[in-house]
């Protein structure tokens, strides 16, 4: 199955914003899930990751701690919570799945949502 991303959409600098994704299907099992994001004309950024456990995670050091990730295997979802958006944060946000562990490259992920749109006005 795909992925599928929500939650996207208009904020101003400052607020905070929570973008679920649906990881159903063919990623059922231990697999670290991952956001990765784009803005357009530009290459993709690979944002956090999260184990199969949730025990570990990794954060894409320009963030600061202002995102968290967490995952909900009972609901096959992984969440994106972004705190004090920044102009630079907007950017088109997707969700991925690896079988490798904590993998923190775009190239380590098969599986892919279609992306929410975060748009952040200053």
């Known amino acids: 199955g795909r992925l599928g991303e929500t939650g996207g959409g208009l904020v101003q600098a400052g607020d905070s914003l929570r973008i679920p994704c649906n990881t159903f299907?063919?990623?059922?099992?231990?697999?670290?899930k991952a956001w990765v994001r784009q803005v357009p004309g530009k290459e993709l950024e690979f944002v956090t990751a999260?184990?199969?456990?949730?025990?570990?995670?990794y954060y894409a050091e320009y963030l600061k701690g202002r995102f968290t990730i967490s995952r909900d295997d009972a609901q096959n979802t992984v969440s994106l919570q972004m705190n004090s958006l920044k102009s630079d944060d907007t950017a088109a946000y997707f969700c991925?799945?690896?079988?490798?562990?904590?993998?923190?490259?775009?190239?380590?992920?098969?599986?892919w949502g279609q992306g929410t749109q975060v748009t952040v006005s200053s």
């Open positions: 991925a799945v690896s079988e490798k562990f904590l993998a923190n490259a775009e190239y380590e992920y098969p599986y």
């Open positions: 299907g063919r990623t059922q099992g231990i697999c670290t």
């Open positions: 999260i184990s199969g456990s949730g025990g570990n995670t």
